[in-house]
């Protein structure tokens, strides 16, 4: 398998695992990726965490399937590229990346559709496409206008320079830059944690955070949806929980319902 899912308790962890090549994606991994996902939702766990085996998290697409010239991108983009970047994005758990090593091209789409990102200092991130001849693709433009502003997005696709993990944490393209050797076990740490948090809240606010990326939801809509969403959280075990455990000085046992 060149993709492993994982589930303790609460929390799944799928790895890329062709470390070989630098776990690049044949167009079969990422149908693997797919299937990992609906297994994890399956399984109703409350965090998930990609990472990578070997040397890098991931040197994007597989360039060996490549056939120049005759290969229709936009229908690889389409039917391949594009739907395990909205299945990550919409993953119905809190996701994290630990990135190390190489992320590039659609390695980085993987990477950045999750909700937080921790980087090894000495990582390599970016958009190698300007050697290529190729668009910069799975979501990059979003993610780095949205992070970055247009003039940084546009240097960096234009430079095909990449960024040290330290350097994508700097300028905010990430959450946080690590040793090598502590980005792992940092993001587990905070993942499991997370996991075992008011999950069904924390879906409320993914939702309305995503709805004001698609949408440009101004300060009016957005206080129009967070009471929305309140209502809606107010109703679970978990309001309960909480609100039970503050009134009697104790530590709330939240379940994600």
């Known amino acids: 398998m060149s993709v492993n899912l994982s589930i303790d308790g609460a929390l799944a962890e799928i790895a890329l695992n062709r ?19 609906d297994r994890a939702e399956e399984q109703h766990v409350r965090g998930l965490l990609m990472r990578g085996e ?11 399937e490549a056939d120049p010239g005759n290969e229709d991108g936009q229908q690889i983009l389409e039917t ?28 980085l789409g993987l990477a950045l559709a999750c909700d937080l990102v921790f980087i090894a200092d000495d990582a390599k991130i970016g958009s190698p496409f300007a050697r290529i001849g190729a668009v910069l693709d799975s979501g990059g433009h979003s993610f780095f206008v949205s992070r970055l ?12 320079r990449l960024l040290s993990g330290a350097e994508a944490a700097a300028i905010g393209l990430v959450n946080q830059s690590l040793p090598v050797d502590a980005v792992l076990s940092h993001t587990r740490t905070l993942a499991a944690q997370v996991a075992t948090g008011p999950t069904a809240a924390f879906m409320e606010s993914k939702r309305l955070v995503r709805r004001i990326d698609e949408e440009g939801l101004g300060l009016f809509a957005v206080l129009k949806h967070e009471a929305i969403s309140q209502g809606v959280a107010a109703r679970t075990e978990d309001y309960k929980e909480g609100i039970s455990a503050f009134i009697q000085k104790r530590q709330p046992k939240f379940s994600g319902r």
């Open 19 to 37: 470390p070989d090549k630098l776990n690049a994606m044949r167009e079969a991994d990422v149908r693997e990726i797919m299937v990992a996902l």
């Open 54 to 64: 070997g040397a890098g998290f991931c040197a994007g697409r597989d360039l060996s």
């Open 80 to 107: 391949v590229v594009n739907p395990v970047i909205r299945r990550i994005a919409t993953f119905p758990a809190p996701t994290f990346a630990s990135i190390h090593g190489a992320c590039l091209g659609l390695g």
């Open 149 to 160: 502003g247009t003039h940084r997005a546009l240097e960096l696709i234009y430079s095909g």
